[in-house]
T-cell receptor, first 114, second 116 residues
């Protein structure tokens, strides 16, 4: 079984450009979480989605960031007008329906903003 | 809301020595507890989890952790480490719920370095 897939693995953007990060959850998983890891720090929760619904976006910056998980296709984390402070590793995790099911993490997308 | 404190940012040990990585948490609700390992430039892999029941939890790669409710701790231990255990270790908590998903709150991580 394929694990959680994220692409691209590395993404370089110039300030002001848009970044789109994609996450395909494990087969049968309907819950997706996005986390951000800044250099030398732990992971910080950003957003929790189920198919077509945002369940908890309390960790998302108020501006420039958005996320979706459509009925078909991967979950997308979108960052508009990127700034240097957005440089980080962005991890997606997926789980089955219950919270005590393990969250399986993807390999991450490393975003570098020049 | 929950918070997690990992008391040591770096732990150097020699191969075959025992190791303990410390984790304390705070929460106003019941929690589930997790330890994850991250190898360089990779995602996180679950080592073990505590949901309920026995407070001593055994995980993969010979690791174990003990949940101490009175001290709000969940320390990770291994009796004899290998070079291959060198990695970053993260303690995490989530609000306990049997019916809904819940985000993980992570500590800042502990870098374990095993020297020959």
């Amino acid at each position: 079984n394929a694990g959680v897939m994220q692409n691209p693995r590395h993404l370089v953007r110039r300030r002001g450009q848009e970044a789109r990060l994609r996450c395909s959850p494990m087969k049968g998983h309907s819950h997706v979480y996005w986390y951000r890891q800044l250099p030398e720090e732990g992971l910080k929760f950003m957003v929790y989605l189920q198919k077509e619904n945002i369940i908890d976006e309390s960790g998302m910056p108020k501006e420039r960031f958005s996320a979706e998980f459509p009925k078909e296709g991967p979950s997308i984390l979108r960052i508009q007008q990127v700034v240097r402070g957005d440089s980080a590793a962005y991890f997606c995790a997926s789980s089955l329906i219950r919270s005590y099911n393990e969250q399986f993490f993807g390999p991450g997308t490393r975003l570098t903003v020049l | 809301a929950q918070s997690v404190t990992q008391l040591d940012s770096q732990v150097p040990v020699f191969e075959e020595a025992p190791v303990e990585l410390r984790c304390n948490y705070s929460s106003s609700v019941s929690v589930y507890l997790f330890w994850y390992v991250q190898y360089p430039n990779q995602g996180l892999q679950l080592l073990l989890k505590y949901l309920s029941g026995s407070t001593l939890v055994k995980g993969i790669n010979g690791f174990e952790a003990e949940f101490n409710k009175s001290q709000t701790s969940f320390h990770l231990r291994k009796p004899s480490v290998h070079i291959s255990d060198t990695a970053e270790y993260f303690c995490a908590v989530s609000a306990a719920s049997e019916t809904s998903g819940s985000r993980l709150t992570f500590g800042e991580g502990t870098q374990l370095t095993v020297n020959p």
